[in-house]
Nanobody
């Protein structure tokens, strides 16, 4: 069973930064896509960013462009999401997900494995 271990969430002031980590130790790292999704209360889960493990192809959702950066560490089977200039619309539970694939995608059904989620809160 593949487990995704998320860390780095918490409370930050508007305009501040957080770095989320997602470790996937049980995943055969090659040929997968690992992504971040988020879900605020009363809203659907939406894609934030994704990266392919083999060649590092990246995609960003509209809300993330210009503020968030996704990266990976192949040696640690870990991806990161650096979130800068956090805004009042960013608070949500952020989920890490992994699935087989060679194309970075923000389509939820493409992901087979999901983490428990981690809370990000932004104070004004």
């Amino acid at each position: 069973q593949v487990q995704l271990v998320e860390s780095g969430g918490g409370l930050v002031q508007a305009g501040g930064s957080l770095r989320l980590s997602c470790a996937v130790p049980g995943l055969s790292w090659a040929d997968h896509t690992v992504g971040w999704f988020r879900q605020a209360p009363g809203k659907e889960r939406g894609g934030v960013s994704a990266i392919t493990t083999t060649d590092g192809e990246i995609t960003y959702g509209y809300s993330a462009k210009g503020r968030f950066t996704i990266s990976k560490d192949n040696a640690l089977n870990t991806i990161y999401l650096q979130m800068n200039d956090l805004e009042p619309d960013d608070p949500a539970v952020y989920y890490c997900a992994a699935g087989w694939g060679l194309v970075a995608t923000l389509m939820k059904y493409e992901y087979e494995y999901w983490g428990q989620g981690i809370q990000v809160t932004v104070s004004s």
